[in-house]
């Protein structure tokens, strides 16, 4: 499967003391390149979690963010701590016997005082297995989102790459003729230029002429490359790095036989494999 290294996903899963969620989104990158945003009482998740991701996922800035909500106590859990309470209220007096001025504790400020309803905290080493298991669902769509933009950008390079195929099986039959044409040109032109000068030496003009104008092997190379991109394609997996270089291998030849051409139609079809071309990096750029 050929996927894109654009992508995003989101879950949330309910657990007996809150709500775990966990979302995953990936832009472009030369390498893979994680960033974790986790809370501090889940931060001992982080290696488990880069490690499961780093199996599925080549290349690309991966943002993942990790985050438990509490849930709100049960009426039956809302039982006052007697004895904090009642050693709050025994330090809140000492204060004020010794400083009169002192505001007394209000009941919000009670109420919130940590352990007032007995033990409320959540045991964070407990929850791996829950956020590793919510982690492995959201890789699944991540992937597929990945996939599904993966086979659209494949599709759009397949088209340019039938639209080269054409331009170059439009060229090809012109060439022999060309070459003759300027051939005939040239030796008439130097037997002008020369005039008693041997054969010898117009047939060598004409045949070093006729190399610089031959463009078969970079309409043959244009081919393979292209060949070898369609290959590419259908083998799919992490291939943006190689269908990068099969592009400057391809801007190559087509650049060759802009500088080699004796047609204005062949010098066209160099710049519209070049256009081609330049659409198909800028797609390739967005594949893993």
Not at 8 to 20: P, Q
Not at 39 to 66: F, H, Y
Not at 81 to 103: F, I, Q, W
Not at 277 to 285: C, V, W, Y
């Amino acid at each position: 499967m050929i996927c894109s290294m654009t992508g995003y996903a989101v879950k949330t899963r309910d657990i007996e003391r809150g709500t775990l969620q966990l979302e995953l989104k990936s832009v472009n990158s030369r390498y893979l390149d994680f960033h974790f945003r986790i809370s501090e009482d889940l931060r001992a998740l982080e290696m488990p979690l880069r490690e499961l991701l780093a199996s599925r996922i080549a290349r690309g800035k991966v943002e993942c963010r990790l985050s438990f909500n509490a849930a709100a106590a049960r009426p039956e859990q809302m039982q006052l701590n007697g004895d904090l309470l009642a050693t709050l209220k025994s330090l809140s007096a000492k204060v004020r016997a010794e400083v009169p001025e002192a505001t007394p504790l209000t009941v919000n400020e009670m109420l919130r005082w940590p352990g007032m309803f007995g033990e409320q905290s959540v045991d964070f080493a407990a929850l791996g297995p829950e956020v590793m298991a919510l982690a492995r669902e959201v890789l699944d769509d991540f992937s597929a989102t990945r996939g599904r933009e993966g086979a659209k950008l494949a599709n759009m390079i397949l088209e340019r790459v039938a639209g080269m195929r054409a331009i170059v099986q439009r060229v090809a039959p012109r060439i022999p003729e060309a070459q003759a044409l300027f051939t005939d040109k040239l030796r008439q032109r130097l037997t002008e230029a020369l005039g008693n000068a041997s054969d010898d030496r117009i047939l060598q003009e004409v045949a070093v002429f006729a190399t610089r104008i031959d463009v078969a092997e970079e309409l043959s190379r244009l081919t393979t490359h292209l060949d070898e991109v369609e290959r590419v394609l259908k083998q799919g997996g992490a291939c943006g790095k190689r269908l990068d270089f099969l592009m400057q291998e391809l801007n190559r030849e087509a650049n060759t036989l802009g500088s080699k051409s004796a047609l204005t139609e062949v010098s066209q079809a160099s710049m519209d494999l070049k256009l081609l071309i330049e659409q198909m990096r800028e797609q390739i750029q967005n594949l893993e």
